[in-house]
């Protein structure tokens, strides 16, 4: 499973790397967003626009999801 690491990503960037991320990748993919609600925040979007969900791949921590198609 391919894994995407948003920490250490300026928040102007986000969208971008997530959106191209999941474009060149397919499903199931991981993304880690750590604690950030922006981050969490701008993955939802990014996988709301192209119809894919994600679930906390562990509930102790949910700074990091897995990636799937509807």
Known sequence: MECLDLHGIKHENARNIIEDFILL?????????????????????????????????????????VVVEL
């Open 25 to 65: 990748h397919s499903c199931p993919m991981e993304i880690i967003t750590g604690n950030s609600l922006e981050m969490q925040k701008f993955t939802k979007e990014v996988l709301d626009k192209y119809k894919l969900y994600a679930f906390h791949k562990n509930f102790n921590n949910i700074g990091s999801v």
